[in-house]
């Protein structure tokens, strides 16, 4: 199984804001399959990423993934209110697993 | 409007049965695999099991084998989960999720581009 590995747990910034969070994979995750996901409270995850770098449809151009060997990073490049939440990465280069969470509230 | 939409949860006592329902509408849902991944209150995200789109190829985490079934009725765009020997460690909150495959060395996997907004499933005595 791979264990993904995200950080910081919490990340308090400010609107306008860059953000910057990391998932490192415990080994190789085949073909870049890994995925980030926003989660707001009391509602479902939403698809951010796929791929690594890939926008799903509808997704601001503020949003942007990257990878780097087993380290892989999702950049805000302006937070917006809307922004803060929870953010989940997910790797499928093998039988799904996902990272335990990186929270981003405001400061 | 493309969504997904659960039914189905609520309190069981250990070792009891629940069975979980997702319709599909506005898009093609016989060409999608189709998922149930569970987040555990105040916990993450965590991927229960996965079925393709003929139901003939069906994937489960260890912790929910030979306990859990997953199916699927394309006709009625529709997805189930049949949990039986439930155990409070499976109290959580249920999604239903469209599954986009990945295939590496032959096996598949999957991220998740559509999401219900889930039913909640408590085992407590």
């Known amino acids: 199984e791979i264990v993904l590995t995200q950080s910081p747990g919490t990340l308090s910034l400010s609107p306008g804001d860059r953000a910057t969070l990391s998932c490192r994979a415990s080994q190789s995750v085949s073909s870049s399959y890994l995925a980030w996901y926003q989660q707001k409270p009391g509602q479902a995850p939403r698809l951010l990423i796929y791929?690594?770098?890939s926008r799903a449809t509808g997704i601001p151009d503020r949003f942007s993934g990257s990878e780097s060997g087993t380290d892989f990073t999702l950049s805000i490049s302006r937070l917006e209110p809307e922004d803060f939440a929870v953010y989940y990465c997910?790797?499928?280069?093998?039988?799904?697993?996902f990272g335990g969470g990186t929270k981003v509230e405001i400061k | 409007e493309v969504q997904l939409v659960e039914s189905g949860g609520g309190l069981v006592q250990p070792g009891e049965s629940l069975r979980l329902s997702c319709v599909g509408s506005e898009f093609t849902y016989r060409v999608y695999w189709m998922s149930w991944v569970r987040q555990a209150p105040g916990k993450g995200l965590e991927w229960v099991a996965t079925i393709k789109q003929d139901g003939n190829e069906k994937q489960y985490v260890d912790s929910v084998k030979g306990r859990f079934t997953i199916s699927r009725d394309n006709a009625k765009n529709s997805l189930s989960l049949q949990m039986n020997s439930l155990r409070a460690e499976d109290t959580a909150v249920y999604y239903c999720?469209?599954?986009?495959?990945?295939?590496?060395?032959?096996?598949?996997?999957?991220?998740?581009?559509?999401w219900g907004r889930g039913t909640l499933v408590t085992v407590s005595s």
């Open positions: 999720a469209r599954a986009r495959w990945g295939l590496v060395a032959s096996q598949f996997s999957w991220y998740f581009d559509l």
């Open positions: 791929g690594a770098i």
């Open positions: 997910q790797q499928y280069g093998s039988s799904p697993t």
